[in-house]
């Protein structure tokens, strides 16, 4: 598979900001040395400016069994080997450094499978008519990382037209795929009407095809015919539809935000894709974040992903973001946040369809949290239409079920539970 070659960078533009040397950026210096050095090892390029940090952080006493689950749970785990390797080697014990290297290798190996596998699956999807944009996973690694192995990623994620959307479904079983919804015809009406994406299954295989960019509870008016795009070249002969740089990290700030930045892998992207594309129209970034309504995830999105990433964010931008008491108090709570072990397991624990007081700050007027917060709390799943299935002229009453039943009934259920079992 291809690669980009070395890791490091000394790519400098003018008005751009990238990591400090010698200082560790403003948001790590109170955490633990393992979050700190994990933030600093886990960057897909200038994690050499911080090479004598590295190797200080990696000689302390440090709780490796900590480093290594937050950089499993980050899905930076190949970063953070690759750093320790090329800079710490010799402070990293035996069993760590083992763990590291075994799991960055199968991780290699897993990408280069469900690339192939991906490959295939787009191939017979055109073949059927439907072209397809793939975004996060391969692609993102394949274009942005220095190698196919650098980067983690367990679901192949691509978006068609809702039109499409059934036309795949039957592609996919008709290859072997299983939904793990199972939805029936009158649950598969609820999910596509509210949700964004089915996961398909097969022999070790995610598959996720997308109907939207990002749930409805968190919508943004970003349509797929709007997306410019690039043909990914694997080879002489294939190639996969990708958004163009631009799109490419308006996606990612807003995929991260409706994610509510759980994972750092998140924020890497980002930073990735700033160090591939040196010549990124910022004001075009600016506008379309502003049309959006997204400006506070864009400051959000530069300060988090320049402190710990090392993203190369224009210096105005930057400063915009340093000056914004809400963002920096965001921040804040991200990093804290991406720096617990238990709190990261809680991320990933809740759906996100829950509300979450960060999502509701996110957002940048008091009309569009209030319509965050209507339909976080009113969107139907599968789970939903499953325990009160409704027909579709009834669709509107679950408006008013979906709440009664994940906050009135749900807690309820728990609370007598837990008083039964005492």
Known sequence: MRTRGMRTTNMKTAGMS?????????????????????????????????????????????????????????????????TLAEYARQHVPKRAYAYLSAQTTMTTMRNEANLVELMRLDSRMREVGVEALHYKGATTALRMYPALGSRTFHDMDFIVSPGQVQRVCTQLEADGYQ?????????????EKELKEYLYLKDGFNIEPHWRFTPRRYAFDLELDAIRRRDVKLDDHAGLLAPGPEDSLVLMM?????????RLQMLSDIAACTHTFSTLDWHWLRAEMQ????????????????????AVIPDDLLAEARQHATVVRMAR??????????????????????????????????????????????????????RMPLSPQLHFLYRGLVPLHDYLAIPLSRHLRRLKAG
């Open 179 to 191: 939904n793990k919804q199972q939805p029936t015809d009158r649950e598969r009406r609820i999910f």
């Open 254 to 262: 807003l995929v991260g935000a409706s994610g509510f930045w759980k």
């Open 291 to 310: 049309r959006l309504r997204a400006r506070r995830i864009l400051l959000l999105s530069a300060l988090l992903s320049h402190e710990l990433c090392a």
């Open 333 to 386: 709570t991200v990093v804290e946040k991406l720096a617990s072990v238990d709190r990261c397991r809680k991320a990933s624990a809740h759906p996100p369809r829950q509300f979450q007081r960060l999502l509701w700050q996110m957002r940048d007027t008091l009309g569009d949290r209030l319509v965050y917060l209507a339909r976080t709390t009113t969107t139907a799943s599968h789970v939903h239409a499953r």
């Open 18 to 82: 990238s990591a400090t040397p010698r200082n560790a950026p403003p948001l790590l210096k109170s955490l633990c040395p393992e979050a700190r050095l994990l933030f600093l090892a886990a960057r897909p390029y200038g994690a050499d400016e911080h090479a004598a940090e590295i190797a200080d952080l990696a000689a302390q006493a440090l709780d490796w069994n900590v480093f290594c689950e937050l950089a499993r749970l980050h899905r930076v785990l190949p970063l953070a080997h690759a």
